[in-house]
């Protein structure tokens, strides 16, 4: 399977970067500040107050990771950390960086960006932070909260976040909010347990996540483990979950632009020409949830098996002509 962290093919090299590179927070408490990579110049990350770059938090280690620029090209190295440093979802002792890669520590997932020739230390938005490239042994904490992970699904991507939680063992809820709905993913240890989606309480925790996967826009929150028991807990690695999750979204992409939207109900064709007789068990049930379902996104919630199987046996019955959207 294709690496869903891995950058296309345009994605450009450090060396062939628009403007200077820095590292960027897209996720954590520091999200919006950038710290500017600078040729021959190392970033010491780590809890020590008299390091370049100091993320004061449980999950990071005195000394944690070294980013250096020599000769155009990011290197950057794992100081024997306690919780470890992961570069597009894989654990690393050294890797090289290029524009686009996602390095997280601890609770704060960095991206290499190309600037955009501002000067380097202004604060991107009001209350976000900024890091002056003079200023080496700037403490970059000082909130008394714990850390959270958050960010914007449009920047960070709910398959790349999965990966990255899979391969560095969190545990918590992965809470995504979305203009309509809210999901929240339960980790122990890497490993999905459950998934909810409001408003959806019967749905199934395996085709809730393969929907979740597909939200293209959203906020999200790691917040805290939570102890509550759940009944048929899924427990399923993230990497298999995503391969499948995957196959599934090319294939349901394929065909969404022949099917109703979600809002829109459907009807039995009128005069029914085909013969029922003429179905197949999965087909008739089909139908009749259709019928008896206020709209399409009622009949995908109620339906016992995923979306995609759900949309192509609907399908099907359109273009037989036994269903159809009501005007």
Known sequence: MTDPLAQPDGSQSSSAAAGPLALRFISGKYQGGEFPLEEAHEIVIGRSSDLDMVLVEEMVSRKHARIAMEGGEISIEDLGSTNGTFVNGEKIRRATLKEGDRVLIGTSILKVVATTGSAPGMRPESGQLGVNATQRNRTMAGADESPRMSGSIEEVPLPDLMQLFGTSRKSGVLVIRTDVTIGRVYLDQGVVHYVTIDGSPDLPPLKAIYRMLGWPRGMFQLDPPDARKFDNPLDAQVQEILMEALRQQDEFNAIRGRLPEDDVPLV????????????????????????????????????????????QVVLKLINKGYLAAAE
């Open 268 to 311: 039995l064709c009128v005069p029914l020409e085909p013969a029922l007789s003429a179905l197949e068990a999965e087909e008739l049930d089909a139908l009749q949830l259709a019928i008896n379902s206020p709209d399409f996104g009622a009949v995908m919630d109620q339906s016992p098996v995923s979306d995609l199987q759900t949309c």
